[in-house]
């Protein structure tokens, strides 16, 4: 393909998405979240605290991800052994 010479077949207009960037940003949602952070009633950054049990629950959880994946990355050393156990029939 000759780049050169290519149009595109969708033409990226600049004054659309200014546009539609202004208008998210006046949204009456943003002002309110705005204002809202600056009376200091919340940060809008900042991440909601999570339960004991949960946060247990949560590690929990990523422990069992990172050991399956141990056991799946291991499995190549494994199946020597396992499959000089095995004998052929």
């Excluded at 539609?20 to 200091?40: S, V």
């Excluded at 004991?52 to 991800?65: L, P, S, T």
């Excluded at 499995?75 to 499959?83: I, L, M, S, V």
Aim: include cysteine; hydrophobic fraction near 35%; charge should be positive.
């Amino acid at each position: 393909m000759n780049w050169a010479s290519h149009e595109p077949r969708i033409r990226f207009d600049i004054r659309a998405e200014r546009e539609e960037y202004a208008r998210l940003f006046n949204h009456h949602a943003r002002a309110l979240q705005d204002r809202l952070a600056r009376r200091g009633g919340g940060d809008r950054t900042r991440r909601h605290t999570i339960p004991e049990w949960e946060k247990i629950c949560q590690i929990e959880a990523h422990n069992r991800v990172l050991l399956h994946q141990a056991r799946v990355l291991s499995w190549g050393k494994e199946k020597r052994y396992y499959y000089a156990q095995t004998r052929p029939v």
